[in-house]
Nanobody, 124 residues
Framework: VQLQASGGGLVQAGGSLRLSCAGS????????VGWFRQAPGKEREGISC????????YYSDSVKGRFTISRDAAKNMVYLQMNSLKPEDTAVYYC??????????????????WGHGTLVTVSS
């Protein structure tokens, strides 16, 4: 099982990026998928998570209204569209997947599979 996050880069404040999470060895549509980020000196933060089959979506207050999580089952991908980026969004972003969680706090548990991160840098 592998997850690969991509799409990070350098962008000016107010700009947009779309992150992609590609799955191999698993069908992402059957997994809860989360986007997490970790800024230097800070704890990892769950910012957007989507339940398996996409029935429930969570956004942290820090990104609500600016970021959108979505699935493309045909491509086995999950995306994070990030608009109106701010310097405080600068972090390494990770995607994670889990099939077994049965609760409803989709960004608040230990996911089983993690991809390598992709760096997002937002300049002021």
């Amino acid at each position: 099982v592998q997850l690969q996050a991509s799409g990070g880069g350098l962008v000016q404040a107010g700009g947009s990026l779309r992150l992609s999470c590609a799955g191999s060895g698993l069908t992402l549509d059957g997994y809860h998928v989360g986007w997490f980020r970790q800024a230097p000196g800070k704890e990892r933060e769950g910012i957007s998570c989507i339940s398996s089959r996409g029935g429930s979506i969570y956004y942290s207050d820090s990104v609500k209204g600016r970021f959108t999580i979505s699935r493309d089952a045909a491509k086995n991908m999950v995306y994070l569209q990030m608009n109106s980026l701010k310097p405080e969004d600068t972090a390494v972003y990770y995607c994670a997947a889990d099939a077994d969680y049965t609760g409803t706090n989709y960004c608040q548990f230990d996911y089983e599979y993690w991809g390598h991160g992709t760096l997002v840098t937002v300049s002021s």
